[in-house]
């Protein structure tokens, strides 16, 4: 069967394009409607407009080519300090996969670090009622991350609860700390890590103010 020019295939036959069809096309690209979106509305397939828009010389959003402009990307490094990859995303009328790839390629990256003044954020945020995982994607951090600041900071709120087990340490961790020992002797005297035994206070901190508040 000989291939029909400016047509595509449906069903296992290939369904010409009209004019009136084309027309239509270039007309919604003009407006700097994506592919996806222009085929949505013809209901034809994202290769089939594709290939009509090459033919017939329609130019089609540099979106569709997995490209980003500079004004996209001017945005992106403006958002990316305040603004969830998802809220970027939804700024540029991107998808949230493809936004992260590219400013994982450029390089644009939320700091990693967070200073008190951030986990004070988070820790008003948490008690404000906002899920730790939406609180996470703000922050462009993990959950993991925000439940430790959450612990340095003692943020407590109604329905918290005490999941992590007794640990063999703690009443000693406890009492040394109760004298004022710091946290670097506390470790070497029980053979742990400093990091660890900061960890284990504020968790502990944390344990107290739960039960405080449901008593």
């Not at 996806?36 to 540099?62: C, F, M, N, Q, Y």
């Amino acid at each position: 069967m000989e291939r029909i020019e400016n047509a595509e295939r449906k069903g296992g036959s290939f369904i010409p394009f009209s004019e009136a069809e084309m027309g239509r096309i270039a007309a919604l690209a003009a407006e700097g409607l994506n592919t996806p979106k222009i085929a949505e509305i013809t209901g034809r397939s994202v290769s089939g407009i594709r290939r009509i828009a090459a033919r017939e010389d329609i130019h089609l959003s540099i979106r569709d080519s997995g490209h980003y402009g500079e004004d996209e990307i001017r945005t992106m490094r403006e958002m990316v300090d305040t603004h969830s990859p998802k809220e970027i995303a939804a700024a540029l009328g991107r998808k949230v996969v493809s936004v992260r790839v590219a400013m994982r390629r450029r390089g644009i990256m939320a700091p990693k670090r967070i200073d008190e003044a951030a986990r004070d954020r988070i820790a008003s945020a948490y008690l404000a009622g906002e899920s730790q995982q939406s609180i996470a994607d703000r922050f462009c951090v993990s959950r993991k991350c925000v439940e430790r600041h959450l612990r340095i900071s003692g943020a407590v709120r109604p329905g918290s609860r005490i999941v992590s087990p007794p640990q063999p340490h703690d009443g000693a961790i406890r009492a040394m700390a109760a004298k004022g020992m710091g946290q670097t002797e506390i470790a070497r005297r029980l053979g742990l890590k400093r990091s660890a035994v900061e960890s284990r206070l504020a968790t502990l901190a944390r344990h107290d103010a739960i039960r405080e508040m449901s008593s």
